[in-house]
C-alpha cells in the first residue's frame, strides 16, 4: 500500500491510574499525537481525572483546540461508562458495554502502535493484548515499576501481576476468535515477561514537573510510534473487531472519512 492511499495511523496511549507523576507526560504524548494528526486511542476520555487515558486525551483536545481543528480520538469505553455528547465527527467513544479486562482486548487488536506508560495489572494486560496482536510496543519513560510487579509477584496473593493474569484469562475467554493463534492467557503472560526481561527504559520524560519541556520529549517518541505504525498497516482497514454495540462495517466506514 502507498503511502499517498494509505489510511490514518492508531496510536493506543496505556497506563496507569492516579499517578500523578505521569499526568503532564501523558498530555504531552496526547498533544504530539494530535499535532501529528494520528488518531489518539486509549480505554477513557478527556476528563481532569490524574489517569493516563485521561491526561493524553486532554493533551490531544487542546492540542485540535489550539490548531483550531477537531482533534482525532478514540475511547473505548468500559460498562457503566458512557461518552459525551455533541462531539464532532473526528471524534468516537465507544460504549462497549464490557469489563475492563475485555475491552482492552479491543484497544490492542484496534491500534497499530501501542506507547506504554508505568502502571499496574490493567496496563501490563493491554501490554500483553497488545503483544498477542503483533503490535509494535513503545515504552513511555521508565518500566522499573513494571518490571517490580513482576520481580515481587507472590502466587498465593491478589497482587498486581495476578490482576494482569486475570485479566488476560477474562479478555482472551471473551475474544478467542480473535486470539486464536495463542492457545491460552498463560501464552500471553509469556510474551510479557520476554518483553519486561529484555527490555530497558527509554528516554526518561523531564524530571522538572514546572521548567521540563515535555514537547521536546513527546515529540521523538510519538514520531517513532507513527513510523513504526505506518510500517505495521497492511490494509485500509483496521483490526477493530465486530462487537455488539458497534459494528465492524460503521467503524471502518468512520475511519475512512479520516485523512
Known amino acids: ?38 488518531l489518539l486511542l486509549t480505554g477513557g476520555q478527556p476528563t481532569s481525572d490524574p489517569h493516563v487515558k485521561c491526561a493524553s486525551m486532554q493533551g490531544a483536545l487542546d492540542e485540535g483546540r489550539d490548531k483550531g481543528v477537531p482533534a482525532r480520538l478514540l475511547g473505548i469505553l468500559p460498562e457503566g461508562e458512557f461518552g459525551p455528547a455533541n462531539i464532532p465527527a473526528e471524534q468516537r ?8 479486562a475485555e475491552r482492552n482486548v479491543i484497544t490492542a487488536m484496534t491500534c497499530d502502535a501501542m506507547i506504554v506508560f508505568e502502571g499496574g495489572g490493567g496496563t501490563l494486560s493491554e501490554l500483553g493484548f497488545g503483544l498477542a496482536a503483533q503490535k509494535p510496543i513503545l515504552f513511555a519513560g521508565s518500566i522499573a515499576g513494571l518490571k517490580k510487579i513482576l520481580a515481587e509477584h507472590d502466587p498465593t496473593k491478589r497482587d498486581e501481576w495476578g490482576r494482569m493474569q486475570s485479566n488476560l484469562d477474562k479478555g482472551s475467554k471473551k475474544f478467542r476468535a480473535i486470539l486464536g493463534q495463542l492457545e491460552n492467557w498463560q501464552q500471553i503472560e509469556g510474551l510479557v515477561v520476554a518483553l519486561l526481561e529484555k527490555s530497558t527504559d527509554s528516554a526518561a520524560p523531564p524530571v522538572d514537573h514546572i521548567h521540563g519541556d515535555y514537547a ?24 477493530f473487531p465486530d462487537i455488539q454495540t458497534l459494528p465492524k462495517v460503521e467503524f471502518e466506514n468512520w475511519l475512512s472519512r479520516m485523512h
Do not use: C, D, H
Open 1 to 38: 500500500m502507498s503511502l499517498t492511499t494509505q489510511r490514518i495511523p492508531i496510536i493506543a496511549v496505556v497506563g496507569g491510574n492516579s499517578i500523578t507523576e505521569l499526568v503532564k507526560p501523558a498530555y504531552a504524548v496526547g498533544r504530539a499525537i494530535a499535532k501529528a494528526g494520528a
Open 93 to 100: 467513544f465507544v460504549e462497549t458495554r464490557l469489563k475492563s
Open 216 to 239: 521536546a520529549w513527546a515529540g521523538p517518541l510519538v514520531e517513532k510510534a507513527i513510523k513504526e505504525a505506518k510500517s505495521a498497516i497492511r490494509s485500509q482497514r483496521s483490526g
